[in-house]
């Protein structure tokens, strides 16, 4: 449409609300995708109400208003980035009202207000980030610059925005679906691959446009008969002249079998003075039946003609005056060119007369501002799945009030625990609850039933928890199992109708522990090569507990950590004195992991095994994660480097040697190199420094890999 050519947007984009963090920048990015203007909001999100924090959110505001005033955004686009977002977009909303109040000449012609709507940052970080063409384009301003512009044309050409994320394979990275882990890269890629040539050879692609914006040809590899191999060298061959000027021109430069191939997806728009402008080169109609919509032309304006000054005039005037040509009776058209020889044409006639009325017409779904649930989603990254009821989640103590401890969720959502909900004992009025939980303590706790209180705006959701400990017994997880799960195809596990399994007796004579006498569902009396033997077919992060080969005073916990990669965590209990007597067979207390005491096996899972497993998938979706061995992921280094000697490769993949760790591998010039990271329940150790992201991690290595 051709408002869409024409739309200016002012994205704004948060660095993060830390104290340390990078100030808001809004950016004016122009109708083709260039940056026209910036200005740094440092203190738009002030949420304090002294007067020095009033006085900081207003100048900042005011700020924003002369940007706007001086510039005429048709829309203000706000990266979703974080919960504390929705404070941004509350400003950018007061400031919009105040100028169409005090200001309306600052509003652009045809609206009476400039919408602010959010955006889902994922592709356009992704751009920034994993593509060197994000990078390269825009070197000069900074990381948050340029995701501000990738928001920006994220709503301006979202169909160009993915298919550049398909450079390096990076779009492998966005989740599509909550089951692709299940299928293996190359049919995940093969498979978006194929939406994507119909969606861009549906849509077309401008290459006017491409020629004169960079960005803008990401789409060209997926025209049906170029590819991406003869799409670089039609943009090699072009570049010299800067514009196109016919679709006949093209054919030069790509041969006429190519050509004909994919001529009909190449639209030409007009660019300067320029005569001999064939009005047909905008459309979707092939050059090969450029001879139907002349004569329609001619026809309906019953004028006559042979040249081919007379049949481009005649198009013209049929495109401006198209109801002449809505009078055609095409059916009798078609039934001519039939017994010309021509064959069946009616559809391809109606396909003409389509493009005559409106060439190259936009063929998906109008825009709509995201809804209140889609906001909700974008800006604290939740869903039914994440939040459901029965939900164990790990949150962190922000305040303890006199009658309920509250809660951050990892997402920003505030969480509440009543009094009676903090423990299995009756708290009376009397027990102070900073006692038992600190501020910035992080918490094993359950979202309880009816939980959920839904809000308009994100910052007022919130959660009611539980933390007590009958909230992770046996009984418990079944009954959460099997009243909540909404999982339709899972069947909770019936101890009733499991058979025990003989154990060989040459497994039995080589038994190197003490069978215990503890009964959780997580432990079994087995051996270090049976435990990994159940988990074989289990899914990763799955555990067995078992006796230690050191004797009775500890536990091993077996953690499928990959394929084929165990992790084992020795656990030693307290209250013993090891000796061989039925006491001590029995489980001791406290449990102790490195320096952490735990009350019993329940709380080992939901404070240790929880998070550990947590990172551990955190780290295995990571875009730039690698299945391989270490000599896969060399040779993939040194070939990535080969094709593009200027960028800095690396990857993070499962160290094989080393169970439990990650190995994280780069190669500067010619040698791969690699360093390790441990995984904790807290995050991942690199370099004697813990880091809650992959993300986190990569940033801080790119800033002090030497």
């Not at 054919?251 to 320029?274: S, T, W």
Request: proline share 5%.
């Amino acid at each position: 449409a051709e408002w869409v050519r024409e739309v200016r947007v002012l994205a704004l984009m948060s660095g993060g609300f830390e104290r340390d963090a990078e100030p808001t920048v809004a950016v004016m990015v122009s109708p083709s995708g260039g940056v026209i203007d910036l200005v740094q909001l440092p203190n738009i999100a002030e949420r304090g109400r002294s007067a020095v924090a009033v006085a900081r959110r207003e100048a900042d505001q005011d700020r924003l208003r002369r940007f706007m005033e001086e510039h005429s955004p048709h829309v203000c686009v706000l990266g979703a980035t974080s919960l504390q977002c929705h404070y941004i977009k509350e400003a950018v909303l007061e400031t919009v009202f105040k100028i169409v109040e005090d200001n309306p000449r600052a509003v652009p012609d045809g609206l009476d207000h400039i919408q602010t709507v959010y955006a889902d940052p994922a592709v356009p970080s992704l751009w920034e980030s994993a593509c060197t063409s994000g990078a390269s384009e825009l070197k000069d301003y900074s990381k948050l610059v340029r995701q501000a512009v990738g928001v920006a044309r994220y709503l301006q050409d979202p169909l160009m925005m993915y298919a550049a994320t398909f450079e390096e394979r990076s779009v492998l990275s966005l989740a599509v679906h909550p089951l692709q882990m299940y299928l293996p890269e190359e049919e995940r890629l093969a498979a978006l691959e194929r939406v994507m040539v119909t969606a861009v050879n549906q849509v077309g692609v401008d290459l006017t446009a491409a020629m004169l914006n960079e960005w803008k040809q990401a789409t060209l590899p997926f025209v049906a008969g170029l590819g991406p191999r003869k799409a670089r060298a039609l943009v090699r061959s072009l570049g010299s002249a800067g514009h196109v000027e016919s679709r006949q021109t093209v054919e030069m430069d790509l041969g006429p079998v190519v050509h004909n191939n994919c001529i009909g997806f190449l639209l030409i728009q007009p660019f300067g003075h320029n005569e001999d402008y064939n009005p047909l080169d905008s459309t979707r109609i092939h050059p090969h039946s450029y001879g139907f919509p002349e004569q329609m032309a001619l026809d309906a304006l019953e004028l006559e003609g042979s040249s081919d000054d007379a049949k481009r005039l005649a198009v013209e005037r049929a495109m401006e005056q198209w109801h002449h040509v809505d009078e055609l009776d095409l059916e009798v058209y078609a039934a001519e060119l039939e017994k010309r020889g021509e064959g069946l044409k009616l559809q391809t006639l109606q396909d003409v007369k389509h493009e005559l009325r409106a060439p190259a017409e936009e063929v998906r779904r109008m825009y709509t501002e995201p809804t209140a649930q889609e906001q909700f989603a974008l800006v604290t990254h939740e869903s039914d799945a994440t939040l459901k009821e029965g939900k164990i989640l790990q949150v962190r103590v922000t305040t303890v009030q006199a009658r309920r401890v509250c809660v951050a969720l990892d997402s920003g959502l505030r969480g509440f625990i009543t009094r009676e909900d903090l423990s299995d004992r009756a708290l009376d009025d009397s027990f102070r609850l900073s006692s038992k939980v600190a501020q910035g303590m992080i918490i094993t706790a359950r979202v309880l039933q009816g939980g959920i209180h839904d809000s308009e705006t994100p910052d007022k959701y919130c959660v009611d928890l539980a933390c007590a400990g009958m909230q992770f017994k046996p009984d418990a997880y079944e009954f959460w199992e099997r009243w909540y799960n909404t999982d339709k195809y899972y069947v909770a596990p019936d101890p009733s109708r499991e058979e025990a399994r003989p154990v060989p007796k040459a497994t039995k004579a080589k038994k190197r522990f003490i069978a215990r006498n503890i009964k959780h569902p997580s432990f079994k009396n087995v051996d270090v090569l049976e435990a990994t033997r159940l988990l074989e077919a289990a899914d990763l992060g799955d555990i067995v507990m078992r006796p230690s080969s050191k004797g009775l005073m500890n536990l091993s916990l077996t953690l499928k950590f990959y394929h084929e990669v165990y992790m084992h965590i020795d656990i030693k209990e307290g209250g013993k004195d090891g000796k061989a007597s039925a006491n001590n067979l029995k489980l001791g207390k406290p449990l102790i992991i490195g320096e952490e005491e735990y009350e019993d096996l329940d709380e080992v899972l939901a404070r240790y095994v929880d998070p550990l497993v947590g990172h551990l998938k955190q780290m295995l979706r990571y875009r730039k994660f690698h299945k391989g061995r270490r000599q896969e992921v060399d040779d993939l280094l040194v070939e990535e480097k080969r094709r593009s000697p200027e960028t800095f490769s690396y990857r993070l993949s499962v160290s094989f040697e080393h169970p439990g760790m990650f190995m994280l591998s780069y190669i500067l010039s010619k040698t791969p190199k690699h360093e390790y990271i441990t995984l904790s329940q807290e995050g991942f150790v690199f370099r004697r420094k813990t880091f809650p992201t992959p993300d986190k991690l990569v940033d801080w290595f790119k800033k002090h890999f030497q």
